[in-house]
């Protein structure tokens, strides 16, 4: 397949503004209806948006990094990049349903390719319980939050809470505690990705919970439940020498 019709997204960084205004004139710049994939200059943040955005679009996503991190995305190179785009190796990313719950009997839908976390919204320790498939597994967890994390979330906040890398591909989800006080030894679970997971605000008026997934908070929320969104899929493009999978494998050795 041809790339030649290229959509060109940027951050705000001086960076990414640059090569935007490089790349569009070097190969123009494609709108999204007539585009064959979204190139995404910037960091992991954006490429976080353009794959919130291409659930709507189904275009792939080939990220170049302009940004700091840059985990998701590819090295910056300007020349020949329809061809490099064409020889990219592909990952189809679904992302997290999250459905929350809150006090005026309304019902909150985000999407989370990363993960969906929840935050303790005062200075008192967050009460939780957790069912997995319908069945109660922690009946009270105190605690600053808990993330639920994708595969590709796994290296990203999942991470910094010392939870488990998960290779990209496995139907795997991480279930990752944040300061848990009690049960002190629990340190988390890996879960199914087929899974229901539910969690249960205890005490809501005292200790107030917000639930994010990926960057859209949900605050002062009763319940929320967690489901792999089957329905929905991105493309992620990754160069041949360079792919996802060996990313996150290579950061499983980083010492």
């Known amino acids: 397949m041809n790339f030649n019709r290229i959509t060109f997204l940027a951050s705000d960084s001086p960076a990414?503004?640059?090569a935007l205004k490089t790349l569009?004139?070097?190969y123009g710049n494609a709108t999204v209806d007539t585009a064959d994939v979204i190139v995404a200059l910037g960091g992991d943040g954006l490429m976080l948006e353009a794959l919130h955005a291409c659930t709507k679009s189904g275009l792939p996503v080939y990220g170049m990094n302009r940004g700091s991190v840059g985990f998701l995305m590819n090295n910056y190179h300007e020349a020949e990049l329809p061809e490099r785009i064409a020889a990219a190796e592909q990952t189809l990313i679904r992302p997290l349903r999250m459905i929350t719950k809150t006090p005026d009997g309304k019902k909150h839908e985000r999407t989370a390719f990363n993960?969906?976390?929840l935050l303790r919204q005062r200075s008192q320790a967050a009460k939780l319980k957790i069912t997995i498939d319908g069945k109660p597994r922690l009946d009270e967890m105190i605690c600053?939050?808990?993330?639920?994390?994708?595969p590709v979330g796994s290296t990203a906040y999942n991470l910094s809470a010392h939870g488990p890398i998960l290779p990209i591909g496995s139907p795997l989800l991480a279930l990752t505690p944040l300061s848990v006080f009690r049960p002190r030894r629990?340190?988390?679970?890996?879960l199914a990705k087929g899974v229901n997971v539910r969690i249960d605000v205890l005490e809501h008026d005292k200790r107030p919970v917000a639930a994010v997934a990926d960057h859209e908070e949900v605050r002062n929320i009763l319940s929320v439940e967690i489901t792999e969104d089957k329905k929905r899929g991105?493309?992620?493009?990754f160069d041949p020498d360079h792919s996802l999978a060996e990313r996150v494998l290579s950061e499983q050795f980083k010492i």
């Open 115 to 117: 993960e969906v976390s």
């Open 234 to 237: 991105v493309r992620m493009m």
């Open 16 to 18: 990414a503004r640059r």
């Open 186 to 190: 629990w340190r988390g679970a890996i």
């Open 144 to 150: 600053d939050g808990l993330i639920v994390a994708t």
């Open 24 to 26: 569009a004139k070097r």
